[in-house]
């Protein structure tokens, strides 16, 4: 039996999308991270356009067509070729590794930042905006302003969009959430998922319209939303309508941190309080109560604390504030 062809059509949706935006570049456009194919085209998409191709690797035109781009060896981090009107970069590496595989190329050996168990959603986005926020730097320096830049966060979570979004918002990028286009495709026959971002240089985007943007479905169900959530719907509806912390502690395991339970109160609706979990071993847990069954709650609240302590002398508690909890962002 012949074995199944692999399925690459990453570079096809790529082009798609550039395609569909044709009307955001310049005259002067430079690539980097992408396939040399992608730049091929772009220079038969735009005959007038002056293309530079950057690439750390040996590269040849198989087609010697006097509209190809110019490949030249070098990494964007060091290329020294002044402004340009558009800019295509994606990384050859995730912009969002496991912990345990280091920092993507873009980023030079900034650590990828370490998520504690019950960190709310707009704190890991705090976290990683700190750490996409030099190679977004290096992208932004070779632009223009007015121009556009082109670039993809390789994963599905939302919360690396947005700190990839802050990051390049502090580089005055501004990002219209109207034209970040999530992408499906196949990458050496396994799926892949990108988040397709088209920003301009010297327009700041406002922190808050892009929060706005990214929780907005959160927000649509804030009043037909289910009792209890479970997992990132969890997190995330208690972040879009966290008002602030009622009580809450986290929980340790001799000296590591296992987790946290706390009650919210919510930004939008009065009678309304929220009862989060997040604990080692479980799936973020969000249940909605009435402000009428706040003691309820709190006795509940502490009554597993000590039915934890009961099961391994090990555990002890810590009692929160908004200066140690993660309710208070830094964005």
């Given at each position: 039996?012949?074995?199944?062809?692999?399925?690459?059509?990453?570079?096809?949706?790529?082009?798609?999308?550039?395609?569909?935006?044709?009307?955001?570049?310049?005259?002067?456009?430079?690539?980097?991270?992408?396939?040399?194919?992608?730049?091929?085209?772009?220079?038969?998409?735009?005959?007038?356009?002056?293309?530079?191709?950057?690439t750390d690797?040996?590269?040849?035109?198989?087609?010697?067509?006097?509209?190809?781009?110019?490949?030249?060896?070098?990494?964007?981090?060091?290329?020294?070729?002044?402004?340009?009107?558009?800019?295509?970069?994606?990384?050859?590496?995730?912009?969002?590794?496991?912990?345990?595989?280091?920092?993507?190329?873009?980023?030079?050996?900034?650590?990828?930042?370490?998520?504690?168990?019950?960190?709310?959603?707009?704190?890991?986005?705090?976290?990683?905006?700190?750490?996409?926020?030099?190679?977004?730097?290096?992208?932004?320096?070779?632009?223009?302003?007015?121009?556009?830049?082109?670039?993809?966060?390789?994963?599905?979570?939302?919360?690396?969009?947005?700190?990839?979004?802050?990051?390049?918002?502090?580089?005055?990028?501004?990002?219209?959430?109207?034209?970040?286009?999530?992408?499906?495709?196949?990458?050496?026959?396994?799926?892949?998922?990108?988040?397709?971002?088209?920003?301009?240089?010297?327009?700041?985007?406002?922190?808050?319209?892009?929060i706005a943007?990214?929780?907005?479905?959160?927000?649509?169900?804030?009043?037909?939303?289910?009792?209890?959530?479970?997992?990132?719907?969890?997190?995330?509806?208690?972040?879009?309508?966290?008002?602030?912390?009622?009580?809450?502690?986290?929980?340790?395991?001799?000296?590591?941190?296992?987790?946290?339970?706390?009650?919210?109160?919510?930004?939008?609706?009065?009678?309304?309080?929220?009862?989060?979990?997040?604990?080692?071993?479980?799936?973020?847990?969000?249940?909605?109560?009435?402000t009428e069954?706040?003691?309820?709650?709190?006795?509940?609240?502490?009554?597993?604390?000590?039915?934890?302590?009961?099961?391994?002398?090990?555990?002890?508690?810590?009692?929160?504030?908004?200066?140690?909890?993660?309710?208070?962002?830094?964005?």
């Open positions: 039996m012949s074995e199944r062809p692999i399925i690459n059509n990453v570079n096809e949706k790529i082009t798609a999308w550039l395609d569909k935006n044709r009307d955001a570049f310049g005259r002067k456009i430079l690539c980097a991270g992408i396939d040399l194919r992608i730049a091929v085209h772009l220079s038969h998409l735009f005959p007038e356009s002056s293309i530079v191709y950057l690797q040996e590269a040849d035109l198989m087609d010697k067509d006097l509209r190809g781009p110019l490949v030249i060896r070098d990494r964007i981090e060091s290329y020294q070729g002044g402004l340009f009107d558009t800019v295509v970069c994606f990384p050859e590496e995730p912009l969002c590794p496991a912990a345990e595989t280091g920092s993507s190329w873009i980023h030079g050996d900034k650590p990828y930042p370490a998520i504690e168990r019950g960190t709310l959603y707009l704190k890991r986005v705090s976290l990683l905006m700190d750490y996409y926020e030099n190679g977004a730097a290096i992208l932004c320096r070779h632009l223009r302003k007015g121009g556009t830049l082109f670039n993809l966060v390789r994963s599905g979570h939302d919360e690396h969009l947005l700190g990839y979004c802050f990051a390049l918002a502090s580089e005055e990028m501004k990002i219209d959430p109207s034209f970040i286009r999530q992408i499906h495709c196949r990458e050496d026959g396994k799926s892949l998922t990108l988040q397709a971002i088209r920003a301009e240089a010297g327009a700041r985007s406002e922190i808050s319209s892009l943007g990214n929780l907005n479905f959160s927000l649509d169900r804030m009043n037909t939303a289910e009792v209890e959530l479970q997992g990132r719907d969890a997190e995330i509806l208690l972040q879009a309508d966290l008002s602030g912390l009622i009580r809450g502690y986290h929980i340790y395991q001799g000296g590591d941190l296992m987790g946290k339970l706390a009650l919210y109160s919510s930004a939008n609706r009065q009678n309304v309080i929220y009862y989060f979990t997040d604990v080692q071993g479980d799936v973020p847990y969000l249940r909605r109560f009435h069954d706040r003691q309820k709650v709190l006795r509940h609240m502490v009554g597993e604390l000590h039915r934890q302590k009961a099961a391994d002398s090990n555990i002890s508690w810590h009692e929160l504030t908004l200066n140690d909890d993660w309710s208070e962002t830094e964005l």
